[in-house]
């Protein structure tokens, strides 16, 4: 017997036959996002919310066909989203909560920047990323200035960022700072500002971000009320002059977009605009050194080969190394309560 023949695994020993419903599951994982695409159109789980519980209501409601609106809840329901009783639909908790428009903690808009371009281009291209190790996606892909992808993440992503940000505030700031100046890179929707705004009624937030994009970030700071402690730079996160004396920069949801030296070349400028005992934070997907656990946090290195040229989800290790190299004395990981995927890593500014 063969060495390579004896380290095989014996099949015999394996308690059920191999079995194809893994490849079957994501071979047709698309059709699964396409219908609650076209659910979240229709304004579906709103309706069912509203009391139209039947398909003849449902059709009349959302002004489709019965029959396609039968095969579409039924559909829903055997993956997940509703349940039926006899010819009644209804929401499921998580439905009710995430998908009803009516409700104060809805996500539906997410899906319109999931499901777009350029996140649906970038995966129809995965076999040349995989050979380039970077998007395939023309120039820049979404990191080109000015990329309308990232108005369209403001607005679809700002429910969620919403929920998200709550949590955030009393992990860097427990206390409530007598003075707390903000600088929020690549700010976005704004949400993770204004809600260090709103723990804090002495923080001032200056945002950073494309013009298109700050644009969104005001009004949402407007209609948090707190548009008197808001002020904005327009431009790049990597050229333009922000000025210094910061107790707290935020670069949530931005270094993985860049390989590490860019990150770094990034970090010495943010360390230099800090106050001595000021902190860098980063929300970030942080995968275990095995990167391949947890699997959400994990997979989102994916995304990012698919989406940019150098992008990653990077492990707390590689975050040290990157603070480090760029000036920060030490840096932690600090988990977030449930449901998020993502993990605070802040990096602290020290006297010499």
Same mark, same amino acid.
């Given at each position: ?49 509203e ?44 439905s009710s909560a ?42 820049? /892909? ?44 690549a ?10 705004a709103?723990?804090?009624? &002495? ?18 700071a ?19 002059d ?25 970090l010495?400028?943010?360390? &230099? ?11 970030? !997907?942080?995968?275990?050194?095995d ?13 990012m ?13 590689q975050y040290?190394?990157? !603070?480090?190299?760029? /000036?920060f ?21 020290e006297?010499?």
């Amino acid at each position: 017997m063969t060495e390579s023949t004896e380290k095989r695994p014996n099949s015999s020993h394996r308690s059920t036959p191999p079995s194809p419903k893994l490849f079957f599951e994501v071979a047709r994982g698309y059709q699964r996002t396409a219908v609650l695409k076209a659910a979240l159109d229709l304004d579906l789980f709103t309706a069912i919310g509203e009391g139209h519980q039947t398909a003849n209501q449902l059709a009349r409601r959302c002004e489709a066909s019965e029959r396609g609106m039968r095969i579409l809840c039924d559909y829903l329901t055997i993956i997940g989203f509703l349940t039926k009783e006899g010819e009644r639909y209804h929401l499921t908790p998580e439905s009710s909560a995430f998908l009803d428009r009516r409700s104060p903690t809805c996500i539906a808009s997410v899906l319109d920047f999931l499901y777009a371009p350029p996140m649906t281009d970038g995966f129809k291209t995965v076999t040349e990323a995989v050979r380039r190790g970077g998007t395939a996606l023309p120039e820049e /892909g979404p990191l080109a200035p000015e990329h309308p992808a990232w108005v369209n993440f403001a607005r679809a992503m700002q429910p969620m960022a919403a929920l998200m940000a709550r949590s955030i505030p009393p992990l860097i700031d427990p206390h409530r700072a007598p003075r707390l100046k903000v600088l929020d890179i690549a700010a976005g929707h704004g949400e993770y500002g204004i809600a260090l705004a709103r723990h804090n009624p &002495a923080a001032e937030i200056v945002a950073l971000d494309w013009p298109n994009v700050l644009r969104v970030a005001v009004e949402n700071a407007e209609k948090a009320g707190i548009g008197d402690r808001y002020r904005t730079i327009a431009g790049s996160a990597f050229d333009a002059d922000w000025g210094s004396g910061y107790d707290v920069v935020l670069l949530n949801n931005f270094l993985h977009h860049f390989d590490p030296p860019t990150c770094e070349r990034l970090l010495r400028k943010v360390h &230099a605009a800090l106050v001595v005992d000021g902190r860098a934070v980063a929300l970030e !997907f942080v995968p275990n050194e095995d990167r391949v656990t947890p699997p959400e946090t994990a997979a989102f290195s994916m995304i990012m080969l698919v989406t940019t040229p150098r992008g990653d989800a990077y492990t707390f290790a590689q975050y040290q190394e990157m !603070f480090h190299n760029a /000036g920060f004395s030490r840096t932690e990981l600090v988990t977030l309560p449930p449901p998020s995927a993502q993990q605070l890593v802040i990096s602290h500014k020290e006297a010499e």
